[in-house]
């Protein structure tokens, strides 16, 4: 079906009218390619080739927090040259061409967005390391390899978009060579979400309809998919409260404030930006709708900041898990 911004954005937005979870959950692979497809230039521009979180340290810039993060994974992982990995929903694969680099394992991408393959390919052969990468199209709820294909797994902030946990770790676990290990970093409501609050759903709405999500799982949801799965668990924590030297929340970057990276987040720059890009779209400079998904994203912001500062959400829930031999 071939949309254009404008219809992408009403058929995304019915999807999230839709109250019925299971009716939602039937759309959610449609919503989020849509999703992918409208905002993967937004997030290059405005955030970079890795579309994840950090734990921060005071000092340390965004850009080193974001390859500390990935590079904490490749250790999880104990990745060497002679690994065969799958990386789970990886966007444009920022994370994974730094993790091949730092280890010179083999790695194999997998997204359901068409638009995000064609841009890991133009990115993929101007590295040096072309090599070690290659990329799919697909959805990881049926996955096309076949079982046993790998030595390791990764999938960072990407499982959140699973319909159905258990039926994402059943693929992994079937496609993982017997002794091989996966690690993920997953987005979650804390034990200090309170389903009854009024605040607290309201910030988890924001997040599942700013970023394409059917619904937020718990770390405790997270915790029983794993033990009805057939993998054997052997760590989980939430990194956004594990160190305490984390002095830089992993929101900071979506608040409002006068730092180079928080002022495009002030309601005057916000107010100026939208301006610009109805202008722009009124004047056929930009295609009709980009107004509107540049919304959709703020709402994202707003509702990660608002979770973040309450405690109830965390993107960096870590998970490593293994095939046992
Ligand atoms: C927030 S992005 C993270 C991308 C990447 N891991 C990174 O950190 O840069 C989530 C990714 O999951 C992918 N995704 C979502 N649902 C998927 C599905 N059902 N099958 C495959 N990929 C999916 C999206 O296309 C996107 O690439």
Redesign the pocket.
């Known amino acids: 079906m071939n949309l254009n911004i404008k219809e992408k954005i009403s058929t995304y937005n019915n999807v999230f009218e839709e109250r019925d979870q299971v009716k939602r959950s039937e759309q959610a692979?449609l919503a989020?390619d849509n999703f992918?497809t409208l905002i993967t230039k937004f997030y290059e521009k405005g955030w970079g080739k890795?579309?994840?979180f950090a734990p921060r340290y005071e000092g340390e810039s965004f850009e080193d927090s974001i390859k500390r993060h990935e590079s904490f994974l490749a250790l999880k992982l104990g990745l060497t040259s002679n690994d065969k990995v799958l990386?789970v929903?990886?966007?444009?694969m920022?994370?994974a061409r730094n993790i091949a680099r730092i280890s010179g394992a083999k790695i194999i991408g997998?997204?359901?967005?068409q638009h995000?393959v064609d841009r890991c390919e133009e990115l993929n052969n101007a590295s040096s390391i072309s090599h070690l990468l290659d990329v799919q199209q697909?959805?990881?709820?049926k996955m096309s390899f076949p079982e046993n294909s790998f030595d390791k797994m990764f999938a960072?902030?990407?499982l959140c978009?699973?319909p159905n946990l258990k039926g994402v770790y059943e693929q992994m676990y079937s496609r993982l060579k017997p002794g091989g290990r996966a690690c993920f970093y997953q987005w979650a409501m804390t034990d200090k979400y309170d389903p009854s609050n009024s605040e607290h759903i309201k910030a988890k709405e924001m997040i599942e309809y700013g970023n394409s999500i059917c619904q937020l799982k718990t770390t405790e949801e997270i915790d029983n998919a794993l033990q009805e799965s057939p993998l054997t668990v052997l760590e989980t924590i939430d990194l956004a409260v594990a160190d305490s030297k984390n002095d830089v929340p992993w929101y900071s970057t979506l608040q409002s404030g006068w730092s180079l990276s928080q002022i495009r987040h002030t309601k005057i720059s916000r107010t100026l930006i939208g301006n610009i890009l109805r202008t722009f779209e009124t004047l056929r400079m930009l295609p009709k709708g980009i107004s509107n998904t540049q919304k959709v994203l703020l709402v994202a912001a707003d509702g990660l900041v608002k979770g973040g500062k309450l405690g109830i959400f965390t993107p960096m829930y870590l998970v490593v898990v293994e095939k046992q031999l």
């Open positions: 692979q989020t992918y890795s579309f994840h990386d929903g990886c966007g444009i920022g994370p997998l997204t359901i967005n995000q697909g959805d990881f709820m960072i902030e990407a978009h699973a």
